[in-house]
Every structure is written in C-alpha cells, then in structure tokens.
C-alpha cells in the first residue's frame, strides 16, 4: 500500500495521525466528571475561573486547569496530647479531637495555605489559655465548660478560611503520676468517710428502732399486766364479797369461826423463816367454844315456825349493805384499765419528783460536806 506513496505523502499521514490523537487527548481532558461530596478549584490561566460541583462539566482544553480537589465531608483530626499548665502549676497532658468541615472551598484554597496546620496550632494555644485559668480540679471536672470555649474561639478564627469547626472533644486530661496517687488516696478516703456515715446511720436506725419496738413490748406489757391485775382484783373482790355474804347468810356462830381459826394456826407457823412464833390469847376462848360447841346438845329448829332466810347483821349504820353485797356489779374493764394508767402516770410524776428532790438534798449535802442520813432498819424476831 506504500510502495506507490510518495513521501509527502507518509509525512502527511503521520501528522494527521498526530492531529488524531492530540483532539482526542484535548477532549479527555476538556470532560470533568466531579463526585458527590467533592468540589473542584478551576483556573483560567492561573487565575480562579470557578468550582465545579458534583457532576460532568466542560473545560476548554489547555486554557482551564483543575487547581485543587476539595474534600466537603466532615473530617476528624486527632491532635498529639499537648502539656498544658493549670493555674496550681500543675502540668497536664491532653488529646484533642476535632471535627470539622469545608463550607467555602474557594477560601479553604486561597485563605490559607495549610488548613490542618492552622487549626492545630489554634487549638493548642487557646486551650493552653483556658486551662491556665482553671485549677487541677476544674479541669478535670469542667470539659463541657472547656468543649465550648474552645469550639467558639476556633469556629470564629476558621469562619474566614472556609471551615466550619462542629465538634471540640477532649479525648484524655492525663495529671502527672503523683498527683494521680494524691488522688486515688483522696477518693479512697471520701469512700471510707462516706462508708463510715452510712454504717453510723444504719445502727442509729436500728437503735431506734430496736428501742421503739422495746417502748412498745414494754408499754403492751404494762397494759397486759395492768389489766391482768384488775381482772384479778375484781374476781379478789367478787369471791370475797360472795363469801362474806354466804358466811353471814348461813349466820355463822362462834363455834365455826373459832375452828376456822384453829385450822389457820398451822398455816401461821409453816414458813422457813419463822423461828418463833407467838400463840395469841385468844386460842383458849376458841378451844373452849369448840369445847362446849362438840360437848353440847343441838337444838332442833322448830317446826311449826317459818324459815326466815339468814341475813348479816351489820347494825344501825346501814340497813342496805346485804342487799348492795347480793347485787354485787364490777366495773367495767377498760374503765379500770384507764383509772389504772393515771394512777400509774401519778405515781411516776411523784416518784421523779421525789428523785429530783432528793437529788437536790443530796448536792446540797455533798456541797456542805456532810454526809447524808441513813435510814437503819431493825429487824425484830
């Protein structure tokens, strides 16, 4: 084929092969395709021409030229722990995390020329500022306080580079090793003193009430006893009450009293500690009635004259105390159960007054320096 072509002709055919390829290579470069989330810097002979935003865009070849791809997603940026002195003069360590993002790519091109750098450098100098104004334990307890200082210093100075400053995060506050030791020791004792209290109040509790349920046992027991007294008094009071009756209804004559009284006469003498005992006078009257009482001739009743039904004689004092004895009532319990409780209440205000009354004696005596009487006791056999 170019055996019969001349070499004008190959000349020819090698710069339209060169032609070929420059159109197409000046086309492939004259299509930008942008992706979603990224921003392109484009300049027109060295000067800035405009930005392409995600999608396929047209250059004019050799004249337009892509100066930079900017990144528009949120970036994290963690910083190097920096030494930062409080106002106690105490040096502490501290990791920062930054997030950021570019809302202005012209700016972030042409503002400043190492963002990253910019930003770091802000960051380590406002925060050495904040915490130079705060104490150990400020720091330590105030990130929320120092998140916001420094959130607000760097998002005004990056305002004007294009970048927007969202998050300040303060990764780890590390003191030195001995200040971490003070401070473990200082937690520890917090936690035995609060220990200590909880333990104090948990048997000041039970004290109380240990004592409010012994208050309690003790009132019911008075109360049981108090009224165990008075039921017993009043069963005391009716039996005797129905003896009486029945011993003066059944007009009992001296021969039956005087045995009776014999019959109590051994009783008198059975105790341990009796060691003598004194017979009365009146046990040979009653010897005597019991004497003539067994040696006599019963009299047999009459018959033609009516019964009368036995009655005691109590005198001219009172002709209704045999009626008032059969017609025996007893008072009610709770009634007596509260006439009891204020007699008892009585006796304890006397009884604590007396107390406080001779506990008055008593200084008084002890000040004059005389010691107080004592009472002596003789016991008689």
Request: net charge negative; proline share 6%.
């Amino acid at each position: 084929m170019f055996e019969d072509t001349s070499p004008g002709q190959i000349i020819l055919w090698i710069l339209l092969l060169v032609l070929i390829i420059f159109v197409a290579a000046a086309l492939f470069k004259s299509v930008r395709i942008v992706s979603q989330g990224e921003a392109q810097i484009v300049e027109r002979l060295g000067k800035y021409h405009r930005t392409l935003t995600p999608g396929m865009h047209f250059l004019v070849p050799f004249i337009d030229q892509v100066r930079q791809r900017v990144d528009l997603r949120e970036q994290v940026v963690p910083f190097p722990p920096q030494p930062v002195i409080t106002s106690d003069n105490i040096v502490v360590n501290i990791d920062t995390v930054i997030y950021y993002q570019v809302t202005g790519p012209e700016a972030a091109t042409y503002e400043i020329a190492n963002p990253m750098a910019g930003i770091e450098q802000l960051a380590v100098t406002t925060l050495r500022n904040i915490i130079g104004s705060m104490d150990m334990e400020q720091a330590l307890t105030g990130r929320d306080q120092i998140n916001g200082q420094l959130r607000g210093v760097l998002d005004e100075a990056t305002g004007r580079w294009g970048i927007r400053v969202n998050r300040v995060e303060l990764k780890a506050i590390d003191p030195p090793a001995t200040v971490q030791s003070a401070m473990e020791q200082q937690m520890k004792a917090e936690r035995d003193r609060r220990a200590a209290i909880l333990t104090a109040e948990g048997i000041k509790q039970s004290a109380i009430l240990t004592a409010e349920g012994e208050k309690q046992s003790a009132i019911l027991t008075a109360e049981g006893d108090a009224q165990s007294t008075i039921l017993r008094a009043q069963g005391d009071s009716r039996a005797i009450l129905q003896v009486f009756d029945a011993i003066h209804r059944g007009n009992a004559d001296p021969k039956l009293l005087a045995y009776e009284y014999i019959q109590m006469l051994p009783k008198i003498a059975d105790s341990q500690s009796s060691k003598m005992w004194i017979i009365p006078t009146e046990l040979t009257e009653a010897l005597n009635a019991v004497t003539t009482g067994f040696g006599g001739t019963p009299q047999a009743p009459v018959p033609d004259e009516p019964t009368e039904q036995p009655r005691v004689d109590f005198g001219n004092e009172d002709d209704g105390v045999a009626d008032a004895l059969l017609n025996t009532s007893l008072p009610d319990i709770d009634d007596a159960l509260a006439a009891a409780k204020g007699e008892a209440a009585k006796a304890t205000d006397e009884a604590s007054e007396a107390g406080e009354h001779s506990g008055r004696r008593a200084r008084r005596s002890d000040t004059a320096g005389q010691e107080p009487d004592r009472p002596h006791r003789e016991d008689n056999e």
